[in-house]
């Protein structure tokens, strides 16, 4: 696919987000060391995790810690360059017939798109190469669907973890109530673990299932652009046609970008 495109925003604002509590409770007069309490570390994340992970297939659990790397880069192509890419082979193809398409298939990286072509090269009938693309994008959704909803599912159960810890807490603060100078410690410890759980849900989980889903709808109208390209392109629609009818993906901003692009290579080209 593409070139990398490296996007930190989501680890940048889940850092913020983090730094943002720890300055909040040093303004409250707090104690960092207060903070860090291992017994409810081990029950807010470790619980929530594990019940998470006991929600998926054995082979989903790979698919869904590969997922994480979506949110720092990925390799895809932006639809405008996609769109002149279509464009680009559906002009070869008019000029020198859609078998010689397979001289180009070297140079397609996305894998969408050279199965497409492949298709159409092999002589697919136009509703077979539509429903293998249509199965490989439902196979797309399923598997990011997947990914996405474990960290919803996560973020789901963080604060009602955070509740069964500081209960445990507070269940041994009280065992030791004979203790007045242990119990105002004890109580404040407890209650750690439910700042943990509401942090770990609000501020890292649901963040990343809202990230991966944004990834996905855009990975999806991709390939569905592929798809409505692959299609024009082998029913023999005129290059001109075929951008115009892929540039309904396209919001008008860029839509009238890519115009402008295009007019400006025509002139040239007619000027030279």
């Given at each position: 696919m593409g070139a990398i495109r490296i996007d930190p925003t989501t680890l940048l604002g889940i850092f913020a987000a983090l730094s943002f509590v720890v300055v909040g409770f040093i303004l409250k007069d707090g104690h960092l060391s207060s903070l860090i309490v291992p017994a409810a570390?081990?029950?807010?994340?470790?619980?929530?995790?594990?019940?998470?992970?006991?929600?998926?297939?054995?082979?989903?659990?790979?698919?869904?810690?590969?997922?994480?790397?979506?949110?720092?880069?990925?390799?895809?192509?932006?639809?405008?360059?996609?769109?002149?890419?279509?464009?680009?082979?559906?002009?070869?193809?008019?000029?020198?017939?859609?078998?010689?398409?397979?001289?180009?298939?070297?140079?397609?990286?996305?894998?969408?798109?050279?199965?497409?072509?492949?298709?159409?090269?092999?002589?697919?009938?136009?509703?077979?190469?539509?429903?293998?693309?249509?199965?490989?994008?439902?196979?797309?959704?399923?598997?990011?669907?997947?990914?996405?909803?474990?960290?919803?599912?996560?973020?789901?159960?963080?604060?009602?973890?955070?509740?069964?810890?500081?209960?445990?807490?507070?269940?041994?603060?009280?065992g030791n109530i004979q203790e007045p100078d242990k119990l105002g410690p004890a109580i404040a410890s407890a209650f750690v673990a439910t700042l943990y759980g509401v942090v770990f849900a609000y501020c890292i989980c649901f963040p990343i299932a809202t990230k991966l889903k944004t990834l996905t709808a855009k990975e999806v109208m991709l390939r569905q652009l592929v798809r409505e390209g692959v299609i024009a392109l082998q029913s023999g629609n005129n290059p001109i046609i075929i951008r115009e009818r892929l540039n309904a993906f396209l919001n008008p901003n860029t839509r009238a970008s890519s115009k402008k692009n295009v007019e400006e290579e025509e002139t040239r080209e007619a000027a030279g």
């Open positions: 570390m081990a029950v807010v994340f470790g619980c929530t995790l594990s019940a998470s992970i006991a929600t998926l297939r054995k082979v989903d659990i790979s698919d869904v810690f590969r997922s994480l790397r979506m949110l720092v880069h990925h390799r895809a192509k932006s639809p405008t360059e996609m769109i002149e890419e279509i464009v680009s082979l559906a002009e070869k193809a008019r000029r020198e017939g859609l078998l010689y398409l397979e001289n180009y298939l070297e140079g397609v990286d996305d894998l969408f798109l050279r199965k497409g072509l492949q298709l159409v090269i092999d002589g697919a009938e136009p509703e077979v190469v539509k429903g293998v693309l249509e199965t490989e994008l439902y196979a797309l959704e399923e598997r990011h669907r997947v990914a996405h909803e474990f960290f919803e599912t996560a973020g789901s159960f963080a604060p009602t973890m955070g509740i069964a810890g500081a209960i445990m807490g507070l269940i041994v603060a009280l």
